[in-house]
């Protein structure tokens, strides 16, 4: 009697009497959802798709059979009893929920961030989304067009009870490009539409809150904007690709780390032109050229290796719009 009057839930456990049988009652399955797993995949636009691992497996392995939007920027094999959370160009978080998601074929048409979120702003698109079936413990790196950097601890956003809010503060003229988890073992590069590029160490970036902008990464000159910014160990090489159909490879250990907020380097040498693809590559990967007369694939092997300071070598004689690095497998 003291237990009842003290909780105002009704009780719900059963209480017997001597050799008494009874029966459990078992739970309504429609109380409990059952498991769900898939592949969710996103491409240039921000377009999201969910689909079975052997729908992806047979449908991105041919990059050459593919359309623009059908080309994978990220892949993550998903489940609807974990987190999944992502970051828009916006500057905005918005929780996603795997069983609000029909399954689709490979080649099926995406879906656009404001078919799923009426909260969404026009031509708002996701950047970057995370998914995780256990307890993340570290930073968040935002950047940006304009060069900002922003870290902020990953529960902040995790633990949200809302699913879209703001999660970093833009000037009017800005917008979120990457979103990545911090790796202390790597440093920050910065790759620009004019062919500048700077390397910083990211304990030069302070810790802030969610309702909060970032600090200055690369200065940029008047005009120039941020293609790439990302996080990076010595290993490897940076593609870079021109409008003009120019392609090169430049070692990543010969930008070194410095200051943040600097001018940085040139990475190519610009005669009327400027940067409209990058990517960092450890192995020989097949690379999508956007070009006005549609897709041409080239492997990055084929991409010679140059010093910085070069315009590198032709390899289209189309214009190039940009460059997709696409997701063969899941990450």
Same mark, same amino acid.
């Given at each position: 009697?003291?237990?009842?009057?003290?909780?105002?839930?009704?009780?719900?456990?059963?209480?017997?009497? @001597?050799?008494?049988?009874?029966?459990? &009652? +078992? $739970?309504?399955?429609?109380?409990? &959802?059952?498991?769900?797993?898939?592949?969710?995949?996103?491409?240039a636009n921000g377009e999201l798709k969910y689909m079975s691992l052997?729908?992806?497996? *047979?449908?991105?392995?041919?990059?050459?059979?593919? =359309?623009?939007?059908?080309? /994978?920027?990220?892949?993550?094999?998903?489940?609807?009893?974990?987190? +999944?959370? =992502?970051?828009?160009?916006?500057?905005?978080?918005?929780? +996603?929920?795997i069983d609000e998601f029909p399954e689709k074929r490979f080649k099926d048409k @995406?879906?656009? *961030?404001?078919?799923?979120? &009426?909260?969404? $702003?026009?031509?708002?698109?996701?950047?970057?989304?995370?998914f995780s079936d256990r307890l993340i413990a570290g930073d968040l790196l935002f950047f940006t067009k304009n060069g900002i950097v922003k870290r902020t601890d990953y529960n902040e956003y995790n633990n949200l009870t809302k699913d879209y809010l703001q999660a970093i503060v833009l000037s009017d003229d800005d917008e979120v490009i990457n979103v990545e988890l911090l790796d202390e073992n790597k440093y920050i590069i910065a790759i620009t539409e004019g062919g500048m590029t700077l390397a910083f160490t990211t304990d030069q970036v302070p810790v802030h809150g969610r309702k909060a902008g970032g600090v200055r990464g690369i200065k940029l000159a008047d005009g120039d904007k941020v293609l790439y910014m990302g996080q990076t160990d010595d290993e490897g090489e940076v593609v870079v690709v021109t409008d003009k159909g120019c #392609?090169?490879? /430049?070692?990543?250990?010969?930008?070194? =780390? @410095?200051?943040?907020?600097?001018?940085? %380097?040139?990475?190519?040498?610009?005669?009327?032109?400027? /940067?409209?693809?990058?990517? *960092? %590559?450890?192995?020989?990967?097949?690379?999508?050229?956007?070009?006005?007369? @549609?897709?041409?694939? %080239?492997?990055?092997?084929?991409?010679?290796?140059? #010093?910085?300071t070069t315009k590198g070598k032709q390899i289209t004689k189309q214009t190039v719009l940009g460059i997709v690095a696409h997701k063969m497998s899941i990450n």
């Open positions: 009697m003291e237990i009842k009057k003290a909780h105002r839930s009704g009780r719900v456990s059963i209480i017997t009497s @001597g050799n008494e049988s009874f029966m459990l &009652p +078992l $739970q309504d399955e429609g109380s409990s &959802p059952s498991f769900q797993e898939g592949v969710l995949a996103m491409n052997r729908s992806f497996s *047979l449908g991105a392995k041919d990059i050459k059979s593919l =359309a623009v939007e059908q080309l /994978v920027t990220d892949a993550k094999l998903v489940n609807n009893f974990g987190s +999944l959370i =992502a970051f828009t160009n916006k500057g905005n978080f918005v929780r +996603l929920k @995406g879906f656009k *961030l404001g078919q799923y979120c &009426p909260d969404a $702003q026009k031509d708002e698109r996701v950047v970057k989304f995370f #392609a090169k490879r /430049v070692i990543i250990s010969t930008i070194e =780390a @410095g200051n943040r907020y600097l001018k940085g %380097v040139k990475i190519a040498e610009l005669v009327n032109s400027k /940067v409209v693809g990058v990517t *960092l %590559v450890k192995n020989p990967i097949d690379i999508a050229l956007i070009t006005e007369g @549609g897709i041409e694939v %080239v492997n990055t092997d084929n991409i010679r290796i140059d #010093a910085r």
